[in-house]
């Protein structure tokens, strides 16, 4: 009798021989069907745009109350955010104008920051701050006039809580510096009337701090971030105020990201690797960026794009993504702030499109790059900024106990700025003591 035949007439033997196969077969099928489980975030084929009903789809840019100072002085009587504005006599024909209420809920938007501002060239040391409160007021009106759709809020559960209403939560930000006039007291009421970030400067350089074109410039005289420069940061991680760095110069990026206690974002800029201009950033700033746990949401004016197609705007997500994985990135499409948009994401009603080619991993001329995962979508649709917005939050509960800044900026800022004979500031004796 073989060995084979012994133990087949043992039952009893032939039994634990088989028991002992079917442990070994688990042990090693079990783990590799975990492993792969958890080696593929999306098991299932699914749609980019689909992600939009599932997280809120947050734009960090829309200059929207700008476009209705230049087309209606700031006056709603006749303007209705709730037509077709392509379809009217001059919106239509108005090349910055990509936003109504058709278009928006087409575009599946969650949220929006509505930009409060005015150019920096015409008000600086003028009349910068009112006429940024004339800009504040007249995007809290456009909230209120279409209560069904947008809800203004002022925080990231409010986000959620308009998100959950099927409303687009509606935000409020200052762009640029010089809409608080080197004062701090101005910068904590615009926090009082809802601003919620602030981009530290437009194109125009500051008495404490550089804007992003200087950069440009042969031999620039370089101030970076002043010395003041570095209170308006604390008290805005006080107040509990976003930090904006887009525009800024390259030094005052750095600055930035040194001195503040919380997250800051780049709300509307793109890859400098990609297209070298003055307003995108750099690869070793977004590394610092990931440190800082901030975002950077990208911005599609083809100017800084370096391109007139949805294929040159997903060039840079994927590049930034590359530098600093999927969660540092979000959308600054800087709609109504431009004059020209790409081809594919030409308004506010394209960025499903975007969603469904960041999945897809095609781009419209065939070439092809990575599928972006269902979970790095909803990070860069929203919860990313979510993300930072409740950090900023706690770093401004944890500051409960520290009192307002009061620092007044030294007169030999406005000096070393070149900007120390101002007719129109009656105070500046107060800066010389």
């Not at 009082?192 to 008495?207: A, I």
């Not at 890859?271 to 960026?289: F, P």
Request: hydrophobic share 40%; glycine share 6%; net charge negative.
């Amino acid at each position: 009798m073989t060995v084979f035949q012994s133990v087949l007439a043992n039952k009893k033997l032939l039994a634990a021989l088989i028991v002992a196969a079917i442990i070994t077969v688990c042990a090693i099928t079990i783990p590799l069907v975990l492993v792969s489980s958890s080696d593929d975030d999306d098991p299932q084929p699914f749609v980019g745009r689909d992600i939009l009903d599932e997280v809120p789809l947050i734009d960090g840019h829309n200059d929207l109350p700008f476009n209705i100072y230049k087309v209606e002085r700031n006056l709603l009587a006749n303007f209705n955010l709730d037509s077709n504005l392509k379809e009217h006599p001059v919106w239509g024909q108005t090349a910055s104008s990509h936003t109504d209420l058709p278009r928006l809920r087409k575009g599946k938007l969650g949220a929006q920051f509505w930009v409060a501002y005015i150019r920096c060239a015409d008000t600086q040391y003028k009349d910068a701050v009112a006429r940024t409160l004339e800009q504040i007021d007249v995007a809290k009106r456009v909230i209120a006039k279409y209560p069904d759709d947008l809800k203004y809020v002022t925080t990231a559960e409010g986000i959620m809580e308009a998100f959950q209403e099927k409303k687009i939560a509606s935000l409020l930000v200052v762009e640029g510096g010089h809409s608080i006039d080197s004062r701090l007291p101005v910068l904590r009421m615009f926090y009082e009337l809802g601003v919620r970030y602030m981009t530290l400067t437009h194109s125009c350089n500051l008495p404490w701090a550089d804007a992003s074109p200087i950069d440009d410039e042969d031999n620039p005289q370089l101030n970076n971030l002043s010395e003041w420069g570095h209170i308006v940061i604390r008290e805005m991680n006080r107040l509990g105020m976003m930090i904006d760095i887009s525009h800024v110069s390259y030094g005052v990026m750095q600055d930035v990201l040194k001195e503040s206690l919380a997250p800051v974002i780049f709300s509307h800029s793109s890859a400098h690797t990609v297209h070298q201009h003055h307003r995108n950033v750099q690869d070793d700033v977004l590394r610092g960026l990931v440190k800082n746990n901030g975002i950077v949401m990208v911005n599609f004016y083809p100017l800084f794009v370096g391109g007139n197609t949805i294929d040159d705007v997903v060039k840079h997500f994927n590049h930034i993504k590359s530098v600093t994985g999927p969660d540092h990135i979000g959308i600054g499409g800087d709609y109504d702030g431009v004059g020209q948009t790409p081809e594919g994401l030409e308004d506010v009603s394209k960025y499903p499109d975007l969603f469904d080619m960041l999945a897809s991993g095609n781009l419209t001329t065939g070439e092809t790059f990575q599928p972006w995962t269902r979970d790095e979508l909803r990070k860069l649709a929203g919860l990313n900024l979510l993300r930072v917005f409740k950090q900023v939050e706690r770093v401004r509960d944890n500051m409960l106990a520290t009192p307002p800044y009061e620092d007044i900026i030294p007169f030999a800022e406005f000096e070393k700025a070149g900007a120390a004979d101002q007719p129109c500031m009656t105070n500046m004796n107060i800066h010389k003591e």
